[in-house]
């Protein structure tokens, strides 16, 4: 992928510049130039990160949006899988849309590593099967209190903010999984 996003701007450098018919400017010319010298295309073009706080302030922005089985889209509802799919998916990043899928997705993380914008995953409502089945995003860590806003099938019935130590969540914890 960053290799052809590399070689598109290579080209889309080249066939502006044709276009123009003008010299290439010293800041383009000096891309072309690290394109063609660098050893990877990393080497070029800095790595995209997304702000943590415009991720959570869009996801803010959808609280109260009633829960719905199997929807990712804030017209009908969310579940909660659909929710965070929605959210990042906004930003350019392809997650699962599963809550499942999330536990082999990104880089996991141990709880105390946790940072805000990472995918808190839990179990689903039986605490027994340690196998995910709900899913949020860690909105806020203050000390050991951690918050996470989600799309609750529960007394919320819609997306949420939550605390960790709220009802049964600490008990159904599995783990966090970084995808920023």
């Known amino acids: 992928m960053k290799k052809h996003l590399s070689i598109f701007c290579f080209l889309f450098i080249i066939a502006a ?5 003008t010299t290439v400017p010293v800041q383009y010319q000096q891309l072309v130039d690290k394109l063609i010298k660098a050893q990877s295309p990393a080497d070029v073009i ?23 089985t199997a929807s990712s889209s804030p017209s009908r509802g969310f579940d909660c899988s659909g929710f965070v799919n929605y959210v990042f998916s906004n930003f350019g990043f392809k ?16 709880l105390a590593e946790a940072k805000i914008g990472d995918v808190i995953l839990f179990t689903g409502t039986n605490s027994r099967s340690r196998t995910p089945g709900h899913v949020g995003i860690i ?32 008990k159904r914890f599995l783990k966090v999984v970084s995808i920023l």
Do not use: C
């Open 46 to 68: 800095p790595q995209q990160t997304e702000s943590p706080n415009r991720l959570l302030e869009f996801a803010k922005s959808m609280l109260g949006i009633r829960y719905r």
């Open 95 to 110: 997650v699962p849309r599963s809550s499942r899928e999330f536990a082999t997705s990104g880089e996991d993380k141990s």
């Open 139 to 170: 909105y806020s860590i203050n000390g050991d209190e951690v918050r996470f806003i989600h799309s609750s099938s529960g007394n919320a019935k819609g997306v949420t903010i939550s605390s960790l130590d709220e009802g049964f969540y600490k």
């Open 17 to 21: 510049t044709a276009q123009a018919q």
